[in-house]
């Protein structure tokens, strides 16, 4: 079971990448709920969310990392590099009945570290 | 096997809330590495990272949930609440014969949403 979370997210960004929208919305339960904690944005609905990604604009590319996957849920981490620069997005993915039912989207910014206790921080 | 992954985080966790560090230190490899990508920081060895950890200030607790786990990796999303209030942290574990061997760490701040192309998007 665990491979078939795994094959869901990496034909889910194999086909953005590849504007396959039609094979792309086939993987998504028609009651999906999208949100974003962050901006507190939510999109429900297949169409909805279809409509939502194939919009984003822009070159855009994400290089996919599969954290870990079982048959209910996945967890991804991607390099979404565009004409802009590169970003990191972590995507959490629940399935039901074998479709993506709900994605939790976050987008850690880069931030200036505050005075550390432990003398033991290094920067890298 | 999912359950020792499960098991070993939420002890991570509970003994961090309970402040329990020769307990806390006992599920770390000695060679564990705990990076934060946001700002570079890196923290290498077992003794580092109970340094780092426990002198944190403030009167922290983590409520956790545990997202998805396996005898190789987990990640957990967590409340991380303190007198200023609370930041949600996403945590990536990596686990060693049965030992915690690296963690990286996310803390996604909130943002304002640029001007969506979709229709679709609605606030929550």
Same mark, same amino acid.
């Given at each position: 079971?665990?491979k078939n979370?795994?094959?869901?997210?990496? %034909?889910?960004? =194999?086909l +953005?990448?590849q504007r396959?929208?039609?094979? !792309?919305?086939a993987?998504?339960?028609?009651?999906i709920?999208?949100l974003?904690?962050?901006?507190?944005e939510?999109?429900?609905?297949?169409?909805g969310?279809?409509?939502?990604f194939?919009?984003?604009?822009?070159?855009?590319?994400?290089?996919?990392?599969i %954290?870990?996957? =079982?048959? +209910?849920?996945?967890?991804t981490?991607?390099? !979404?590099?565009?004409?802009?620069?590169?970003?990191?997005?972590i995507?959490?993915?629940?399935f039901?009945?074998?479709?993506?039912?709900?994605?939790v989207?976050?987008?850690p910014?880069?931030?200036?570290?505050?005075?550390?206790?432990?003398?033991?921080?290094?920067?890298?």
């Amino acid at each position: 079971m665990t491979k078939n979370g795994e094959r869901m997210v990496q %034909q889910f960004w =194999d086909l +953005a990448n590849q504007r396959q929208w039609p094979e !792309f919305s086939a993987l998504l339960h028609p009651a999906i709920v999208y949100l974003v904690p962050q901006t507190r944005e939510r999109v429900r609905g297949r169409e909805g969310f279809v409509n939502f990604f194939s919009t984003w604009p822009g070159a855009w590319n994400a290089k996919v990392d599969i %954290q870990i996957a =079982d048959n +209910a849920r996945a967890v991804t981490t991607i390099d !979404f590099e565009d004409e802009t620069g590169t970003v990191t997005g972590i995507s959490f993915f629940e399935f039901t009945n074998g479709l993506i039912s709900k994605i939790v989207d976050y987008w850690p910014e880069p931030y200036t570290p505050p005075a550390r206790v432990s003398p033991f921080v290094e920067r890298y």
